[in-house]
């Protein structure tokens, strides 16, 4: 199974920061058919289900605020949160659809310093 | 309005079954991949397993592939999780999720699976 690692578990920040998250893959996510990498990113807030933010690594969902960015390539993902909001206090997963069975990150939960 | 509603969860006792269901509507279920993802009290997000168009293809983890059993009734437009031998450590919320190519676009509300006695 490939095993993501994100980091770091937690984050503490004020309204208006930008937050980096980390997600590492134990094989390389590059598909080399569609030439893209097969990770996304979720977002998932207290009491409520997970939110798709990310596809194919850096591709947002319609209506994600464009202040999401996800980046990287291979084996190292990063999503990127610049002017951080109240309301993105969260916790952020990463997920790996390059191979069954598809893996999540442990997630990273994002708090209001 | 893409909407997905899973139903059958519950308190059920250990070694026991349980079949879950999720209802969609406002896409076109039968085009669409579909899977399960749970979460058990406080923790992350685990993949259960996927099944595409025509169930001719379903994927599991390897953990659960002797447990759980994926199936889908594109004329119902539900899908459904059956679970046995269930055990504390199977407690938990579970999410139908649509799975356009491989991550998961839509999710519903979830629905608590509880095994205790």
């Known amino acids: 199974d490939i095993v993501m690692t994100q980091s770091p578990s937690s984050l503490a920040v004020s309204a208006g920061e930008t937050v980096t998250i980390n997600c590492k893959s134990s094989?390389?996510?590059?598909?080399?058919?569609?030439?893209?990498?097969?990770l996304a990113w979720y977002q998932q807030k207290p009491g409520q289900s997970p939110k798709l933010l990310i596809y194919?690594?850096?591709t947002r969902e319609s209506g994600v605020p464009d202040r999401f960015i996800g980046s990287g390539s291979g084996t190292d993902f990063t999503l990127t949160i610049s002017s951080v909001q109240a309301e993105d206090l969260a916790n952020y997963y990463c997920?790996?659809?390059?191979?069954?069975?598809?893996?999540f990150g442990a997630g990273t939960k994002l708090e209001l310093k | 309005e893409v909407k997905l509603v899973e139903s059958g969860g519950g308190l059920v006792q250990p070694g026991r079954s349980l079949k879950l269901s999720c209802a969609a509507s406002?896409?076109?279920?039968?085009?669409?991949?579909m899977g399960w993802v749970r979460q058990a009290p406080g923790k992350g997000l685990e993949w259960i397993g996927e099944?595409?168009?025509?169930?001719?293809?379903?994927n599991y983890t390897p953990s659960l592939k002797d447990k759980f059993t994926i199936s889908r009734d594109n004329a119902q437009n539900t899908l459904y999780l059956q679970m046995s031998k269930l055990g504390s450590e199977d407690t938990a919320i579970y999410y139908c999720?649509?799975?356009?190519?491989?991550?998961?676009?839509?999710w519903g509300q979830g629905t608590l699976v509880t095994v205790s006695s």
């Open positions: 094989q390389s996510l590059f598909g080399s058919v569609r030439q893209k990498n097969y």
């Open positions: 194919l690594a850096s």
């Open positions: 999720a649509s799975s356009p190519w491989g991550w998961f676009a839509y």
């Open positions: 406002g896409f076109s279920f039968n085009d669409y991949w």
């Open positions: 997920q790996q659809y390059y191979d069954t069975p598809y893996t």
């Open positions: 099944i595409n168009q025509d169930s001719s293809t379903i």
